[in-house]
């Protein structure tokens, strides 16, 4: 007799993931686990687009309004994990420190889904951390975290003196906390708030308590972070990440996202926001001929060497080699070298590891400077293939065949001047709404200038060399920091010593704010 077995539907579940209070770096190693196998990812729309790029292509993203009720939430929830999906709930800072996040764990474990609680950097310490507030301080270990939105406050263990209040919530729930602390003996107490906390636009203001309900209640932000207590007025002496050199700079970066990963994340974490503003579109070779061949040589073994002057060559050879349906192996023999570390990053990040990178200039001429010259007699093939853009110099190419190099020179794409920026960018690079522009070589320059039109006087003017500062000051732009390399993360560093030294220069201003007033001229500064 047989028997017929039915496969066994596999149960769904919940993952409340604390998302942390802002910087989405702050997300925990298990959270980005869970969200990399969810199938449903459930959050407000700034959450899911702050670490949506966690979860596979083809996840189901479910954007909720943050004043959505608990139960109705909870009922979303249940329905997708009842279906046998894998649901993940993001939520701002910690799950166990929400008013509503409880809500909505405590109604899924009634209706029997199976759960999991992933903590995160709460709202309370993680902006603490970020004010330069230490809430045990140093008269007790006393610590009240309240939810100020929550529907009931205990005042018994808020009204000692010795008690470091950290308050999380809504700028009127904040404010009637402030008013009421105040009238139950703390309006003495040193007092702090702090908006978008552990962002780059973070914002932190010392507060009177019996003034502050009215400037509370007046902030436009959705939730604000409130501490009480001995611990804010030392808050200065431990003050590290908005005393960042280039703390609240917003930076005109002209390049695209992708390009601009590394250089982004350099100025990040000197404090600036970096706003990325393409200037130069890249498209594929008129004729796809000359690359076709250059990969089948590459697979075929005609090649010793292939230089990567750009991540445009690195991915424009890439497309072309998946196009193909290869994949990294195409490599095996052959020797990699590269023009810079971003260049090199893109090279590693494809699984391949570079061979050559100038050690000490990060530029054609660097490479040459390192290149080894061809020896007939140790050198099994003599060939180099040079992907490259259509108006890239011969500078490589011709000292390469001095060196008794073959030359592939191989248009890998073409560069053309993108579309001009949204009307708002282009008011904000004429009126000075950016501290500061990097420029990455002449064409940045010349392109920006093209499509936005000139930077405004007082936005500080940073190069990546002599040639890019020549272009610039040949277009009226007066050049405040040039690399004393080619490369951008040094360009990144430099305009980091420039904050720094104009922050001391002018510590009554407000961070990001100094360039404003900066004087008519000044020497260049070279970054090292």
Not at 94 to 105: F, H, K, N, Q, T
Not at 371 to 395: C, Q, S
Request: a neutral charge.
């Amino acid at each position: 007799m047989s028997t017929t077995r039915t496969k066994r539907k596999q149960p769904g579940s919940v993952a409340f993931v604390g998302a942390g209070p802002g910087d989405e770096r702050l997300l925990t190693l298990r959270g980005a686990e869970l969200l990399a196998g969810t199938d449903v990812l459930v959050g407000d729309p700034a959450l899911l687009e702050a670490h949506g790029h966690h979860c596979r292509v083809g996840v189901e993203l479910r954007a909720i309004d943050p004043a959505d009720p608990p139960a109705v939430v909870a009922k979303l929830l249940a329905a997708a994990a009842r279906e046998g999906r894998r649901v993940v709930r993001l939520v701002d800072g910690d799950p166990g420190l929400g008013y509503a996040a409880v809500r909505e764990i405590d109604a899924c474990a009634k209706a029997k889904i199976v759960l999991e609680i992933v903590p995160g950097v709460s709202d309370h310490l993680g902006v603490a951390a970020y004010m330069g507030v230490l809430p045990a301080g140093r008269r007790s270990g006393v610590v009240a975290l309240v939810d100020a939105d929550a529907a009931s406050v205990d005042w018994e263990a808020l009204v000692d003196p010795t008690t470091t209040v950290v308050a999380s919530g809504s700028p009127g729930a904040l404010a009637d906390l402030a008013v009421a602390l105040a009238a139950r003996g703390r309006s003495g107490a040193p007092a702090a708030v702090t908006v978008a906390g552990t962002t780059t636009v973070q914002r932190t203001v010392d507060v009177d308590l019996e003034a502050a309900a009215g400037r509370l209640a007046a902030l436009t932000e959705r939730r604000a972070v409130l501490v009480v207590g001995d611990a804010v007025a030392v808050r200065e002496r431990y003050s590290w990440f908005e005393t960042r050199p280039l703390f609240g700079w917003k930076v005109l970066v002209p390049r695209t996202k992708e390009q601009a990963v590394g250089l982004s994340e350099r100025l990040r974490s000197y404090g600036a926001v970096p706003v990325e503003v393409p200037t130069i579109a890249v498209e594929p070779p008129r004729t796809p001929q000359a690359m076709d061949r250059a990969i089948n040589g590459l697979v075929s073994g005609r090649y010793q060497w292939i230089a990567f002057t750009s991540t445009n060559a690195v991915r424009a050879v890439r497309e072309k080699v998946e196009e193909l349906g290869l994949d990294a192996r195409a490599f095996a023999g052959v020797r990699v070298a590269v023009v810079g570390e971003i260049t090199a990053a893109a090279v590693q990040a494809w699984g391949i590891r570079p061979d050559l990178v100038p050690a000490a200039q990060q530029s054609s001429e660097g490479l040459l400077a390192d290149w080894p010259d061809y020896e007939p007699g140790l050198d099994p093939l003599d060939r180099v293939f040079l992907p490259r853009a259509d108006i890239a110099t011969e500078t490589l190419a011709a000292g390469l065949l001095e060196r008794g190099w073959q030359i592939d020179d191989v248009t890998a794409y073409r560069t053309v001047r993108a579309a001009p920026p949204p009307a708002e960018t282009r008011e904000a690079i004429k009126t000075g709404g950016f501290d500061a522009v990097l420029f990455t070589s002449s064409s940045t320059v010349r392109n920006l200038v093209g499509i936005a039109g000139k930077p405004h006087a007082s936005t500080v003017i940073a190069v990546i060399g002599p040639q890019t500062a020549k272009t610039a000051e040949e277009l009226g732009l007066r050049v405040d920091v040039m690399a004393g390399s080619a490369s951008a993360l040094v360009l990144a560093d430099g305009l980091a010593e420039f904050g720094s030294a104009r922050r001391l220069a002018n510590e009554h201003e407000p961070p990001g704010k100094a360039n404003r007033s900066r004087p008519a001229a000044r020497p260049v500064k070279k970054a090292k």
